[in-house]
């Protein structure tokens, strides 16, 4: 069923909200948990749409999957298959994940070719070239790939760039290999090293998560955990941006500087009051904030992808002219018409957005073209005069629970109907 937000814009926001557990961490940690013969159990798990999309492949592959509130509970005792199909994988890019685990489990895979946001191409050449260069077969056919792992052997991978997901795919599938498996070149993301932790929770001996050189001692076994995921950064980043432009003494319990110092950095030099303590954050607009010059889209610990749309949103209203250069992903401008839309004033020039702020964005029926631009025009629409209606919902369902009611809570004026 399709739904749409409708906003009425232009409330302050105050009180407190909370930030879902990860899901860039939980999606390779779920993935992981094929790894073990045992039971495994979350105790802080959202209600995303990517999160229960990950639970059903898990339950194609033999996994029993229950859910009680935010306990999730699996028992991988029962994992008999190592086929995922394209009505698995189209709903969820981070099904390539699987393969790294399946691998490691396994010995063999199936895998169709998968989906997720549109945002590029997002190519999967890095992780298969890695699955390679420690002896994995791989064949591509008719939307499928192959794998065969009977030779994989622990060795040293080097990654040609930066890949979350291949570090991620590689670590899983290299910790019940017998020997040493050495990473170059690994993403040194928050979401890596919660990862890590989890796998060294059930007993792998990974050493090195968030540097650039991950160490993999390969162990017999892994045992089952209970176990809780760190705060999403991408969210909070979400809240953070909107509390900048709307917020009046907003709480934003599990907001953290450490993972987010580039945002962080950006904020102390607006127009908005700042106060951390070890729960959170608490922000308050102060005005018309001045615009960012320059800002770019980088890996860990730079700017991150993830946030480029919502930052964008904050700079259609800023003082001046914002140049926000995205390098991760070469269709990740999609939102800017719908911005524009709105009265932003954007002009796009390759991989650079040229922000012109203007002093007011009104209200317009705009459409969620992937998870993160969803948000940024739930920011837009909160901040622009008059009704605003975000069809698309579902794309920012795969990532922030129940958004709606949480922004009504601050006293935002949003709600969620069928479109
Ligand atoms: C992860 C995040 C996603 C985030 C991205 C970058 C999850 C579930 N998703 O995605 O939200 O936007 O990191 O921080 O954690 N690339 C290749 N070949 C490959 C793999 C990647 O060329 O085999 C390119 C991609 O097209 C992109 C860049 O490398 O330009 C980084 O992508 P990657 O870090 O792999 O992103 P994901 O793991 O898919």
């Not at 169709?112 to 997002?122: A, Q, V």
């Not at 190519?123 to 002896?135: M, T």
């Not at 045992?223 to 991408?234: M, N």
Request: net charge neutral; with cysteine.
């Amino acid at each position: 069923m399709k739904e749409k937000f409708l906003i009425n814009g232009g409330r302050q926001l105050s009180g407190e909200i909370v930030v879902e557990a990860s899901k860039n961490a939980y999606l390779p940690i779920l993935a992981g948990c094929v790894l073990c013969d045992e039971k495994v159990t979350f105790l802080n798990a959202p209600e995303f749409l990517d999160i229960e999309n990950m639970c059903a492949i898990l339950k194609l592959l033999g996994a029993r999957v229950r859910r009680v509130g935010a306990i999730l509970e699996l028992d991988m005792g029962g994992l008999k298959n190592q086929k995922i199909s394209f009505e698995y994988t189209n709903k969820l890019r981070a099904s390539i994940f699987l393969l790294g685990a399946l691998l490691g489990k396994f010995r063999q895979a199936v895998i169709s070719y998968p989906g997720g946001c549109n945002i590029g191409t997002r190519p999967i050449d890095i992780h298969i070239s890695a699955f390679k260069s420690l002896g994995v077969k791989v064949v591509e056919r008719h939307g499928y790939i192959f794998c065969n792992a009977q030779n994989m052997r622990a060795g040293k991978v080097v990654f040609p760039s930066v890949s979350v997901g291949a570090t991620e795919s590689l670590v899983m599938s290299a910790v019940l290999l017998k020997g040493k498996t050495t990473l170059y070149n690994s993403a040194r993301e928050p979401e890596v090293v919660e990862l890590c932790k989890f796998l060294n929770a059930m007993g792998a001996k990974i050493y090195g998560a968030g540097t650039d050189v991950i160490e993999i001692y390969g162990v017999k076994k892994l045992r089952g955990v209970e176990f809780s995921v760190q705060s999403d950064r991408i969210i909070a980043g979400t809240h953070l941006l909107l509390g900048a432009l709307a917020g009046k003494n907003l709480k934003i319990v599990g907001a953290k500087r450490a993972e987010n110092e580039r945002l962080f950095d950006i904020l102390d030099g607006c127009a908005c009051d700042i106060f951390e303590d070890d729960e959170g954050v608490v922000i308050s607009a102060v005005g018309r904030s001045d615009a960012l010059k320059f800002v770019e889209t980088l890996p860990y610990p730079n700017f991150p992808t993830d946030l480029q749309p919502q930052l964008m949103a904050f700079a259609t209203l800023a003082k001046g002219t914002s140049v926000i250069r995205e390098n991760l992903f070469e269709n990740r401008f999609n939102h800017v018409m719908e911005y524009t839309k709105m009265g932003a004033d954007i002009l796009v020039k390759d991989r650079i957005a040229i922000v012109r702020g203007v002093e007011k964005l009104f209200g317009a029926d705009v459409f969620a073209t992937d998870l993160r631009a969803g948000a940024g025009l739930v920011i837009a629409g909160l901040l622009a005069e008059g009704y605003t209606t975000v069809h698309n919902v579902e794309f920012i369902d795969r990532g922030y629970e129940r958004l709606e009611e949480k922004y009504a809570k601050l006293g935002a004026d949003i709600k969620r109907v069928k479109d």
